[in-house]
Every structure is written in C-alpha cells, then in structure tokens.
C-alpha cells in the first residue's frame, strides 16, 4: 500500500497509508488529519483539502484537469505553483513516497 506524508506548516509530519485508487483527501480525512477538510466531498468544489505538491514529485502526479484549476483560484492561502487539491489526487504505487505540504492556514 503507497505510503503519502503530509507535512503541517510547522513541518509535523503525518504518514498515510493509502489503498490505490483512494484520493489523498479521503486517506487524509480517514485518519484525522487537521486541515484537510475534505467540505464537498471530493468533487472539487471547495478548496478545503488544498495541499503543496513537494517539488521533486511536481512531474509525477497527474496534471489537474480544469475543474481543479478553477478551484484552485479559490483557495485561502496562497496558490502556487505547486499547488493542487488533493482530492483530486488518486494515489498508485508510483506515488508511494509522495511528500505533501500543508497551506499555512490550514491547520
Ligand atoms: S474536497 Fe472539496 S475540493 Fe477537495
């Protein structure tokens, strides 16, 4: 099972174990994590699961589709680059080992 870190704004770190085919998002809320709300559900509507992709991982997750980059001009911290909802994340093996970091105000 691929395991996903979460890393808190003050770098305390959360790791997932997460079935294939789960959204981080849903492994995220499953186990408690503060700040991933997960509000809609997952259908890319609220913003409240927004993460930080760990640049050295940035080309191998899928690309988000448009729906999720209009949502991601709704997020309360800031947008980067980097930045995806990660319900929109479906984890495989190749992620196994995928570092995601939190927004500030998400805590
Ligand atoms: S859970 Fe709502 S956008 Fe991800």
């Given amino acids: 099972m691929p395991v996903i870190y979460l890393i808190t704004h003050e770098g305390q770190r959360t790791e997932l174990h997460v079935p294939q085919g789960q959204s981080v998002m849903q492994a995220a809320v499953a186990a408690g994590v503060r700040g991933i709300v997960g509000e809609c559900g997952?259908?890319?509507?609220?913003?409240?699961?927004?993460?930080?992709?760990?640049?050295?991982?940035?080309?191998?997750?899928?690309?988000?589709?448009?729906?999720?980059?209009?949502?991601?001009?709704?997020t309360s911290s800031e947008r980067l680059p980097q930045s995806r909802l990660s319900c929109q994340i479906k984890v495989h093996a190749e992620l196994n080992g995928l570092v995601l970091?939190?927004?500030?105000s998400q805590q």
Avoid: F
């Fill in 42 to 74: 997952g259908s890319a509507m609220c913003a409240t699961c927004h993460v930080y992709i760990d640049p050295a991982w940035l080309d191998k997750v899928q690309p988000p589709l448009s729906n999720e980059l209009e949502m991601l001009e709704c």
């Fill in 101 to 104: 970091r939190m927004p500030a």
